[in-house]
């Protein structure tokens, strides 16, 4: 079966281009152009028509074929660069419909026949997938890294080097009678201790991988009307919250994703800290305390000119805050002193909010800096490496002149693992949930 998709945006555009993919893509390509002459790997200048009726779909296209195994799929294909109005898209994807042996295209379709054909590993169809959704410079960095293959390449290592210790006690349990050198087994055991000692790096990341992902986590909190929400609707550029003289507006959380200058960041406008006046009030409040717990960073906006501050708000200030003295268009002389990063402000005005997005920055980058070779960008890598380790693990406790057999099924179990992250082993059940991300076309 072959398939097509528009890998491109829906129009109006100038260009869009359609992929096919299967054993009977140049057939395709030969009806929809009325030319036997397709030459692979360059461009062929060219017109489209409906091979039913002979009608014109596209006067002035560009077709380039690939033929396999060189190409991304590792089966035939073509892209079809066509004009980008919706009429010829839906013209150019109604005939191919029509064709023999030739559906539309699963989401992540071609992505997955290119794992199955080993054209590209798990983790690489993840990191396409990751660079496409990519918003800000800091996903797309880190992506690219990933596409790369700098941490397939790291993983494959290590799973080599418990293969090759697995191997040494293998050769211990098949020729037991022979005078194999006790070295031998303290090499393997040495190299394992190491390798424990590499994942266990690995995990302890604070989840920067998936931090950078996702979006780090900050929260707006503070007194009651300080400019709170008005300084999310500043940050966002848009009205996400609804600002009002009234005391104790904001009751729910309102979060929204940014681009920090870069940085993802999920932005929760939280409930003015003070002594609840009512329920709804009170649960607000309970939210507010709840976010900035889990909170990768808390801004806590205050009033420059308030003359006591709440002790909730004091408890809360710690090395993961940034203090916003707002309002400084009504004094501009700071009134009040904290030992954490602060920043004296005017949200009103956009008075140094400059000062505080490169502050999130700054702060941000100290606390997911990570050494690691290889960044951990899925909660199913972080499984597998957490797998691999209690594998691991139980090698390390057995007795190695007692439990010999047993220790090196504990270290097969430990390569399984970690290839599977990879995709070296099975994978079937973890196919699905990996490419219904994708996007159609891809």
């Known amino acids: 079966m072959n398939i097509y998709a528009l890998s491109s945006g829906r129009g109006p555009s100038g260009i869009a281009i359609v992929r096919i993919s299967g054993s009977e893509t140049l057939k395709i390509c030969q009806n929809l152009t009325k030319s036997k002459d397709i030459k692979s790997n360059e461009v062929n200048f060219c017109k489209f028509y409906n091979p039913n009726n002979g009608n014109v779909i596209d006067p002035e296209a560009l077709l380039l074929w690939f033929p396999g195994p060189n190409s991304y799929t590792g089966e035939d294909l073509a892209e079809l660069q066509i004009h980008g109005s919706n009429a010829v898209i839906n ?5 191919l419909s029509e064709q023999k042996n030739c559906r539309l295209a699963e989401p992540g379709e071609f992505t997955k026949i290119a794992f199955q054909n080993d054209k590209i590993d ?7 997938g990751d660079l496409i959704h990519s918003e800000t410079e800091l996903q ?7 596409v790369q293959g700098n941490a397939s390449n790291y993983y494959n290592d290590l799973r080599e080097k418990i293969v090759k210790s697995l191997a040494f006690i293998e050769a211990k349990i098949d020729f037991a009678e022979e005078d194999l050198p006790e070295k031998v087994l303290k090499d393997a055991h040495k190299s394992i201790k190491e390798i424990h000692s590499e994942i266990t790096k690995i995990i302890e990341d604070n989840k920067v991988g998936e931090k950078i992902r996702d979006g780090f986590r900050i929260s707006i909190t503070g007194e009651v009307n300080a400019g709170k ?3 999310l609707n500043l940050l966002s550029k848009r009205e996400v919250a609804i600002v009002s003289d009234e005391a104790g507006t904001t009751r729910d959380v309102i979060e929204t994703y940014l681009n920090l200058d870069g940085y993802p960041v999920i932005l929760a ?3 003015g800290i003070r002594e609840a006046k009512n329920e709804v009030e009170k649960k607000g409040i309970s939210l507010a305390l709840g976010k900035s717990k889990e909170a990768d960073l808390n801004i806590v906006v205050i009033d420059n000119s308030s003359k006591k501050i709440n002790n909730e708000i004091q408890n809360m200030i710690n090395k993961d805050t940034i203090i916003l003295l707002n309002k400084s268009d009504v004094s501009d002389k700071q009134n009040h002193k904290f030992d954490v990063d602060t920043v004296l402000a005017s949200v009103k005005n956009n008075k140094n909010i400059d000062k505080l997005i490169n502050l999130v920055k700054v702060k941000l980058s100290k606390k997911f800096t990570s050494n690691n ?3 951990i960008t899925r909660e199913r890598h972080r499984a597998k490496l957490n797998d691999c380790l209690k594998e691991i693990d139980k090698f390390l406790k057995k007795d190695q002149n007692k439990d010999l057999e047993l220790a090196a099924e504990d270290l097969r179990m430990a390569t399984r693992h970690l290839g599977s992250i990879v995709g070296k082993v099975d994978v079937e059940e973890i196919l699905g949930s990996i490419f219904k991300d994708f996007c159609i076309g891809k």
């Open 91 to 95: 013209a150019l994807l109604r005939v």
């Open 122 to 128: 798990l983790l690489k169809a993840e990191s396409i």
């Open 140 to 146: 797309r960095q880190q992506a690219v890294k990933l």
């Open 229 to 231: 929400s008005s300084l």
């Open 269 to 271: 406008d939280t409930a």
């Open 373 to 375: 070779s290889a960044l």
